[in-house]
Every structure is written in C-alpha cells, then in structure tokens.
C-alpha cells in the first residue's frame, strides 16, 4: 500500500464546504505516482518511454468530506491482469473512509499502439501493495 497525504485548499470546496467532487480523480491521480514510477523510474513523460495508460475510472463518494482537515489517500493494487492493473483507492479523514475508487491501468505500448504484457517482474514489484481486506 501506497500512503499519500493532502491538505486541501480553500479553491478545493464547493458552496457547502464540502470537498469537490472533482478534486478526487486529481488527488487519485497524484497518489498513484509511486505505481507509474515503478513502470517508469525516471517519471518521464516521453511517449516513447510511458507505459500506462488510464482504461477507466470509478470513485463512489461515501461521506462529504469537509475542509481543515489533512486527507490520507490509501493506494494499492487490486488486480493485476496479463496486460491491465486495478489500482483501488481510499480518501481518509479522522479514521473515516469518505471516498474510494478503482482506475483500470493498461501496460500500453504508444509507439505500436497497443496493450503490452505485464511482466513477472512487474507483477512481484505489484503484488507488494495488494490490496488486503
């Protein structure tokens, strides 16, 4: 599991004070990062070097979470495919799960266009933040 801390900013709420819905895909994206630097080391953009691409994405909103607080978001690895990653993850607050999603992560290969295999080697290095109930 991956552990990722933020503090949300003012910008970050809607009317009621509550966390945008928007914000979560941007904060789920940001705490995915240590999963692309395992694919990607050197966190380069570069298309001919990028590995992954974003298949789709799910965020299912339990509680509304409030301004002043630092979010932890939980990251882990909940499938792992012959080509294809589900990456699960969980917005807390107080010990309280507010929001969790799953994004779908294809091994891709830009230059031919299509999926690639996932490698044992990437599959052990996953298989280290499975997630666990």
């Known amino acids: ?57 799910t965020i299912d909103f339990h509680v509304p979470l409030k301004f002043g607080k630092d979010v932890e978001i939980k990251t882990f690895v909940k499938r792992i495919g012959n080509t294809s990653l589900d990456i699960y993850q969980e917005a807390w607050q107080d010990n309280v799960k507010y929001v969790s999603g799953t994004a779908v992560m294809v091994h891709y290969d830009y230059a031919n266009k299509k999926p690639q295999p996932i490698t044992n080697e990437f599959k052990q290095k996953l298989h280290v933040h499975f997630f666990r109930t």
Do not use: C
């Not at 990062?33 to 570069?46: E, G, H, Q, T, V």
């Open 1 to 57: 599991m991956f552990y990722e801390i933020i503090k949300p900013r003012v910008g970050e709420t809607d009317a009621l004070g509550h966390i945008n819905n928007t914000v979560f895909p941007q904060w789920f994206e940001a705490a995915r990062n240590p999963i692309f630097k395992l694919f990607n080391p050197d966190a380069s953009l570069n298309l001919t070097q990028w590995n992954l691409i974003l298949a789709n994405m």
